[in-house]
């Protein structure tokens, strides 16, 4: 008979690999819908609205997979213990959400503030 | 519950820490600590199969896991789908972490804690950016409607 740890990895396995595994599967074939993952919304003066690739998201998306996989290489190296992630990897990351989000922020809500000026 | 998903999951539990309790020879003791973990153990098992079953069949709906509604449509986020994937690193490696050591819970150093709340705060913020222009695009809807009836 399994003992109950082992039995417990196994089980944690096929939870979180199964979740893992569905989650993709879902997005390869187009159920969890990825459409217009890098466009982002612009507004002109007037008013109107359009949407184009936009470079934060992209870079965001670059760095986020970098990050994830370092820290995954690195777990998998030495499944011990918790990583130490370099301060400079945090600053990165925290850099590069802080260009998306300032550059969200400044597409989204630059009218309001030009309407708020007139 | 109305589900039979579940009642048979408790039955089966219940069901194995019974067989253990009864026909698998040791110490009492010992019998009622096994009885307990298998049961316990294929209980939770059971209940999060029931919640991949029913996410990979549709039942229990995921596919706008990463929309964000934007101007009256709805597109793909980029700081739910980077949510998403630290969330699965950071558990994918406690996982291989608790695996591996055999003594106690790791201790998650204050760098991996940094890192979620990097990621949930850029989360947080873009719905807030995103619910402040939505409000913003309504406001104008009905200023619009407002000058049409005049």
Known sequence: ?118 | MKTIEFWISLVGAILVAFIIAIWVPGDPKDKVAHAIEYGGLIIVFLFGFMILAGIASGKIDISRILEEKSNGDSKASMSRFQLLIFTFVIALSLFLIVVNRTTEFPDIPTNVLLLLGISATTYGVSKGIQAGATSESDDEEKAGEGAEKK
């Open chain 1, 1 to 118: 008979m399994l003992s109950p740890s082992t039995l417990a990895s196994w089980e944690g396995l096929i939870l979180i690999g199964g979740l893992i595994g569905i989650v993709v599967w879902k997005m390869m074939t187009g159920e969890i819908s990825l459409e217009q993952l890098f466009e982002g919304e612009t507004r002109a003066r007037d008013g109107t609205r359009s949407s184009d690739v936009s470079g934060g998201r992209v870079q965001v998306f670059l760095v986020t997979v970098f990050v994830a996989l370092y820290y995954l290489m690195q777990v998998i190296h030495n499944p011990k213990e918790f990583p130490e992630v370099p301060t400079s990897v945090v600053g990165v990351l925290a850099g590069s959400h802080a260009v998306y989000l300032g550059g969200k922020a400044r597409a989204m809500l630059l009218s309001r503030f030009r309407n708020f000026l007139k």
